[in-house]
C-alpha cells in the first residue's frame, strides 16, 4: 500500500487546511490509532477466540467480555494521557475516567469510548469494534473533570470515528470535513488511506433490525420492516435482511453498500438500549458527514441533550431515504 498516504500523512495534510487548533485533534486521532494498532495484534495472538483470555485463564461469557473491555480501555487510556491533549475519557462501564498526568491534567479535550463495540461475537470470531468521539471540554482547564463537561450533544463533536477488527483492521474518522478510512497494513505496522469522502451509496440494499423482536416494536415501525420486505423493483425491494449483533459491523456495511440500521424503541425497551454518547452520537457524526441520516425516530441524534453520560436512545441509521421513509411510517 506505498502509494496510498499514511494516516499520520493525512492528518498533516488535512492540519495545513484548518484552523491550528485542529493540530490537538490530530493529535488524539493518531493516539487512538496507535492504541488499535495494538488491540489488532492482541486480537489476532493472544486467543480471545479460543477462550483464553490475556490473564492466561479460560473465562466465559460475561466475564470474558469484561476482561476485554478492560483490557482496552487500559490501551487506550495510557495511549490518550501520553498525548497531553486529553483530560478525560469516559465508557459505558466505567463512567468518567480523569487521566492524571501533569500534562493531561492540563488537557483542553474529552474523549468517549465504546472500547469493544460487538463483544459478545469474539466468542465466534465475528468482528468487532472500538467506537470514539472527541468534544472540547466546558469546564476550565486544569480544573477537575465533572460530568457536566461530556453532557453536550452531538452536534458538538470535534471528530468521531471507530475501528474494526475484521478481515482487515480499518480506522474510519471524520472531523466534520468529510468520512475517510484507513486500512491497517500489518506488516509496515501502518494505517494506508484506501478510501476518502466517503458517500451513502445511491442504491438502498440493506436493512438491519434483530428481527427476533420484532413482535415488541411499535406499529409503524413494523410496517416499515414489511415495507423493506415487499417486492417493488421500481424501488429496489425487496432490501436484503442483515444483522450481526455488531452495531459498527452493521453500520460499515451499510456505509459501504447502502441500508439502514435500527435498534428502536421496544415495548420492554421504550428508550432502547445503545448508548447516546458511547455509540448513537459518534456513529450519527458520521452518517451525516457521508450524506445519510440518523434519528431516534423523530428527532435528530446530534440534537438530542444529554441528561446523563449512561443515557440510551433509540437509533435509525443510514442512507439518508430509508430513514425518512422509516419515520414517516413511525408518523403514522
Known amino acids: 500500500m506505498a502509494q496510498h498516504p499514511t494516516l499520520s500523512e493525512f492528518i498533516y495534510w488535512e492540519q495545513e487546511s484548518l484552523s491550528a487548533g485542529y493540530a490537538d485533534i490530530g493529535h488524539i486521532l493518531f493516539a487512538i490509532s496507535l492504541a488499535s494498532r495494538a488491540l489488532h495484534q492482541d486480537f489476532s495472538h493472544l486467543g480471545f477466540c479460543s477462550g483464553t483470555q490475556l490473564s492466561g485463564e479460560s473465562l466465559e461469557g460475561t466475564e470474558r467480555r469484561r476482561e476485554a473491555d478492560n483490557y482496552a480501555v487500559a490501551r487506550f487510556k495510557d495511549i490518550l494521557e501520553a498525548t497531553g491533549k486529553v483530560c478525560a475519557l469516559t465508557t459505558p462501564d466505567e463512567k468518567i475516567i480523569p487521566l492524571n498526568s501533569h500534562h493531561a491534567r492540563k488537557g483542553g479535550y474529552l474523549v468517549t469510548l465504546d472500547p469493544i463495540d460487538g463483544s459478545r461475537n469474539l466468542d465466534v470470531n465475528i468482528a468487532s469494534g472500538t467506537i470514539f468521539s472527541i468534544y472540547k471540554r466546558l469546564s476550565p482547564v486544569g480544573s477537575p473533570v465533572v460530568t457536566g463537561d461530556f453532557l453536550q450533544p452531538g452536534r458538538m463533536q470535534l471528530a468521531s470515528g471507530y475501528v474494526i477488527y475484521g478481515p482487515a483492521t480499518i480506522l474510519l474518522y471524520s472531523r466534520g470535513y468529510g468520512v475517510n478510512a484507513f486500512t491497517l497494513d500489518s506488516q509496515a505496522n501502518q494505517f494506508y488511506l484506501t478510501q476518502d469522502n466517503i458517500r451513502y451509496p445511491k442504491d438502498h440494499t440493506f436493512y438491519s433490525i434483530n428481527e427476533n423482536a420484532e413482535q415488541k416494536l411499535e406499529p409503524g415501525l ?106 414517516e411510517f413511525i408518523a403514522g
Not at 460499515?252 to 435498534?263: A, E
Request: with cysteine.
Open 222 to 327: 413494523q410496517q416499515y420492516i414489511n415495507y423493506c420486505r415487499e417486492s417493488d423493483p421500481a424501488t429496489g425491494r425487496p432490501y436484503k435482511p442483515r444483522y450481526t449483533g455488531s452495531l459498527v459491523t452493521d453500520f460499515h456495511r451499510n456505509l459501504m453498500k447502502g441500508g439502514i440500521y435500527m435498534y428502536p424503541s421496544y415495548m420492554d425497551h421504550p428508550n432502547g438500549k445503545l448508548h447516546l454518547l458511547f455509540q448513537c452520537n459518534p456513529l450519527a457524526f458520521l452518517a451525516e458527514q457521508a450524506g445519510g441520516k440518523a434519528s431516534n425516530g423523530k428527532t435528530s441524534i446530534l440534537e438530542l441533550q444529554p441528561l446523563e453520560v449512561g443515557q440510551q436512545a433509540p437509533l435509525l441509521i443510514g442512507s439518508e431515504g430509508m430513514v425518512r421513509k422509516a419515520e
